[in-house]
């Protein structure tokens, strides 16, 4: 185990953060080139008056263009995803692991566990990324399992008995 130190160890620390499971999704995005997608897990909810969602993208990305005051999407993935999780994460595949479908504020990845299509709110300085709160047009959800992210690994939701 770790203890505090003075002089703190950003790898040291990512490995602490990884210590919390989180959902992974992709964001898409569409410009005038066409629809774009990153896959983050940094993402939350934020309000449910107004409906609020927060994305957080590393400002070393290409998608921070993309998203500034733009549209987005929240594709929220199933276990059966890690495919298009990875080909949004930089390590495309020859034939695209996933499907797309139109929705109300943009392109969405089909079967997705859930949606969330929002508008630009608002974004903030968060450091090394910058922070975008996007307000809910449109959502939807089914049931199935999440695919997680944990200590740098994709993982499944186990039931507890």
């Excluded at 400002?59 to 263009?65: C, V």
């Excluded at 005051?69 to 020859?94: E, I, S, W, Y």
């Excluded at 903030?124 to 709160?133: A, I, K, M, Q, S």
Aim: proline share 4%.
């Amino acid at each position: 185990m770790m203890s505090i130190q003075e002089n703190l160890d950003l790898r040291e620390f990512r490995n602490c953060v990884g210590r919390f499971a989180t959902g992974v999704t992709v964001i898409t995005s569409k410009n005038e080139s066409g629809t774009h997608g990153f896959t983050a897990n940094s993402f939350t909810s934020v309000s449910l008056d107004p409906m609020l969602v927060l994305v957080s993208v590393d400002r070393k990305t290409k998608a921070l263009s993309v998203l500034e005051n733009n549209r987005f999407v929240v594709n929220v993935l199933t276990k059966d995803q890690q495919d298009t999780a990875m080909h949004f994460a930089g390590k495309p595949k020859d034939v695209p692991p996933f499907e797309w479908e139109d929705g109300k504020l943009g392109k969405r990845i089909k079967d997705c566990l859930a949606y969330i299509e929002c508008e630009p709110w608002a974004s903030y300085d968060g450091g090394d990324h910058v922070l975008f709160l996007g307000e809910v047009k449109n959502f939807h959800y089914k049931e199935g399992q999440p695919l997680l992210y944990y200590c740098g690994k994709f993982s499944e939701v186990a039931t507890v008995k």
